[in-house]
């Protein structure tokens, strides 16, 4: 199949009305500019009500080599349990159409384009061909901590398509009595000397121990709710994150320090993620499925869902590095871009015994490994 072929005579033409068909419909919306070709492909209707992107493509040879790789890499790094079997059979393919594995890796891909990256998809592009080749999945025993009393272990491994990294490093502990307790995953990627967290992510339907679930209101040692509240701060109050993620978080950390990556970059907002549920919201009231009373609740709710994650997950790295000295914030959110940038010099100074215990537990055992 020609991924260039797949990505100008289809991709592009199905995003500009908010619907690439790739046996599932993604719902990508933006613009295409091909500056040196003086080419604009414009949307075929009005979305007055969202922030339309436009994939701006200054230099078209580059991009397309760059494309070239990713789709190759990508269909090499993600098994066949990611693709409907009507794609891997081959069943739903037409000349038109062109429903196939490359499209949907492409689809996938534009499902994790921040503002700057459709204003620099080489740049973007580079990026998440070194996701591909700088990790490597591994289990990785992080030994005994006498705080959780429990067992800690993690694991490096491959994400599925359509999540927004094609990695996740997974922890769980073991408590006294064999119970599991599993810690929230990192969804990430590593880039040269930084690594790119897009989420933190609880599994579902998980029976954890209750005494390490107990012993992980810990956190609060060393904070000052008095000085960080909710009547100062609103929302944005450090006190409001939830403890699994914040030790979850000070592992992998702590993970990443100990291979020298000591930079940490977060996304605010994934503008496609966001359209593509304002996108579904108004096909099922389009279509009849819902009415306009109930489409206003689900705008609402979709708004209000997608402030508390982003902030969550914004807080809960800004709560880490309150409790270290030298962890230091770069840029905040729409300062320089739409990112959060941090950088760990050390991970010494801690003012929390639970951080310091696990992430000194990490430390030293790569250490061990090292040697």
């Known amino acids: 199949?020609?991924?260039?072929?797949?990505?100008?005579?289809?991709?592009?033409?199905?995003?500009?009305?908010?619907?690439?068909?790739?046996?599932?419909h993604f719902n990508i919306l933006f613009r295409t500019e091909i500056v040196e070709k003086n080419i604009t492909v414009d949307t075929e209707k009005d979305f007055n009500d969202l922030l339309v992107p436009t994939l701006r493509?200054?230099?078209k040879?580059?991009?397309?080599?760059?494309?070239?790789?990713?789709?190759?890499?990508?269909k090499d790094f993600y098994s066949d349990d990611n693709y409907p079997n009507e794609i891997l059979n081959n069943k739903m393919y037409d000349e038109e159409?062109?429903?196939c594995k490359e499209k949907m890796i492409i689809a996938s891909m534009f499902s994790n384009f921040s503002i700057e990256d459709?204003?620099?998809?080489?740049k973007y592009l580079k990026r998440r061909i070194d996701?591909?080749?700088?990790?490597?999945?591994?289990?990785i025993d992080i030994g005994y901590s006498s705080i959780l009393k429990g067992e800690l272990s993690a694991k490096i491994e491959k994400d599925k398509i359509y999540n927004e990294c094609p990695y996740q490093f997974s922890i769980s502990a073991k408590d006294e009595q064999d119970i599991n307790y599993i810690f929230p995953s990192i969804k990430f990627g590593i880039s040269e000397d930084t690594v790119y967290i897009y989420a933190i992510q609880n599994e579902k339907d998980k029976d954890n121990s209750?005494?390490?679930?107990?012993?992980?209101?810990k956190i609060g040692e060393g904070f000052d709710s008095s000085q960080d509240n909710f009547d100062i701060y609103g929302s944005g109050n450090l006190k409001d994150v939830t403890s699994s993620f914040l030790v979850a978080l000070n592992i992998f950390t702590a993970y990443m320090y100990s291979l020298g990556i000591n930079k940490i970059v977060v996304p605010s907002v994934l503008i496609e993620r966001w359209n593509a549920k304002e996108l579904a919201n108004k096909k099922k009231l389009e279509f009849g499925i819902t009415d306009q009373e109930k489409y206003k609740e689900k705008e609402e709710e979709h708004e209000e869902i997608q402030s508390n994650l982003t902030e969550k997950?914004?807080?809960?790295?800004?709560?880490?590095?309150?409790?270290?000295?030298?962890?230091?914030?770069?840029?905040?959110?729409?300062e320089e871009d739409s990112y959060l940038h941090l950088e760990v010099e050390n991970m010494d100074n801690c003012n929390n015994s639970l951080l310091d215990e696990t992430s000194n537990l990490v430390l030293n055992q790569t250490k061990k490994v090292s040697r």
Do not use: Q
Not at 131 to 139: A, I, L, R, S, V
Not at 210 to 217: D, E, G, S, T, V
């Open 210 to 217: 209750k005494r390490i679930n107990r012993a992980l209101y």
């Open 313 to 334: 997950l914004l807080r809960t790295f800004l709560r880490l590095k309150s409790h270290y000295n030298d962890i230091n914030i770069l840029n905040y959110p729409m």
């Open 118 to 122: 459709f204003n620099n998809p080489c």
């Open 97 to 99: 159409k062109r429903i």
């Open 61 to 74: 040879e580059e991009f397309d080599r760059l494309l070239i790789e990713y789709v190759t890499l990508a």
């Open 1 to 24: 199949m020609n991924i260039l072929n797949i990505f100008y005579d289809n991709i592009i033409n199905e995003a500009r009305n908010g619907d690439i068909d790739s046996f599932f």
């Open 131 to 139: 996701f591909f080749k700088n990790t490597c999945e591994k289990d």
């Open 57 to 59: 493509i200054t230099n």
